[in-house]
């Protein structure tokens, strides 16, 4: 009679996902995973195969939730350019005023570009996140042109900010996509 699982797939990604947010990808091993998870490294190999098979389910959890999330934001925000700047703000919430945490982040990105299924699932996003911010200046003469160049001036804002937080992350974005309207609406 097989065993019923300690953990739900769901319980276990997202505790793979905290060794490599605080601990980098590269050491999300079956011996840290199981470490933190409390299951045998055996049942982790059982309900993985390899290692990459575990980071790439993980990170595909990643990917799902910041989907909902995105979807979320973008039905409740207003369909103006306030609205895009919500949207956006709502998705820089995760660091507070920790850099490193954001850096650490770069590193679950560099995971993404190395796998082609992860990469897909990023471009998806974009074009999702693309859409969504377009619908947001939908008055605009070219609203498709004005969200790709205001998603690079919000991930242009997160790194710098990376490199000198001044405050909560959040803030120093809203700031940032604040002076990008007001220079694309003058």
């Given at each position: 009679?097989?065993?019923?699982?300690?953990?739900?797939?769901?319980?276990?990604?997202?505790?793979?996902?905290?060794?490599?947010?605080?601990k980098?990808?590269?050491?999300?091993?079956?011996?840290?995973v199981?470490?933190?998870?409390?299951?045998?490294?055996?049942?982790?190999?059982?309900?993985?195969?390899?290692?990459?098979?575990?980071?790439?389910?993980?990170?595909?959890?990643a990917?799902?939730?910041?989907?909902?999330?995105t979807?979320?934001?973008?039905?409740?925000?207003?369909?103006?350019p306030?609205?895009?700047?919500?949207?956006?703000?709502?998705?820089?919430?995760?660091?507070?005023?920790?850099?490193?945490?954001?850096?650490?982040?770069?590193l679950?990105?560099?995971?993404?570009?190395?796998?082609?299924?992860?990469?897909?699932?990023?471009?998806?996003?974009?074009?999702a996140l693309?859409?969504?911010i377009?619908?947001?200046?939908?008055?605009?003469?070219?609203?498709?042109?004005?969200?790709?160049?205001?998603?690079?001036?919000?991930?242009?804002?997160?790194?710098?900010?990376?490199?000198?937080?001044?405050?909560?992350?959040?803030?120093?974005?809203?700031?940032?996509?604040?002076?990008?309207?007001?220079?694309?609406?003058?």
């Amino acid at each position: 009679m097989p065993r019923h699982r300690t953990l739900s797939d769901d319980q276990l990604l997202a505790m793979v996902l905290a060794v490599i947010h605080s601990k980098g990808p590269d050491a999300a091993t079956f011996a840290a995973v199981a470490k933190a998870s409390g299951l045998s490294g055996s049942t982790l190999v059982q309900r993985f195969a390899t290692k990459a098979a575990m980071l790439r389910a993980a990170l595909l959890y990643a990917w799902d939730r910041l989907d909902a999330e995105t979807a979320r934001l973008a039905e409740n925000v207003p369909k103006t350019p306030e609205g895009a700047v919500a949207l956006l703000v709502g998705l820089s919430q995760d660091y507070g005023d920790n850099a490193a945490a954001y850096g650490e982040g770069l590193l679950v990105l560099r995971e993404d570009f190395r796998d082609p299924v992860l990469r897909a699932r990023g471009a998806a996003w974009g074009t999702a996140l693309t859409t969504d911010i377009a619908r947001c200046f939908a008055s605009a003469s070219a609203p498709e042109t004005i969200a790709r160049l205001m998603l690079s001036q919000w991930q242009g804002s997160l790194t710098w900010w990376g490199f000198g937080p001044d405050g909560p992350v959040d803030a120093y974005v809203e700031t940032e996509l604040r002076r990008f309207l007001a220079a694309v609406t003058s």
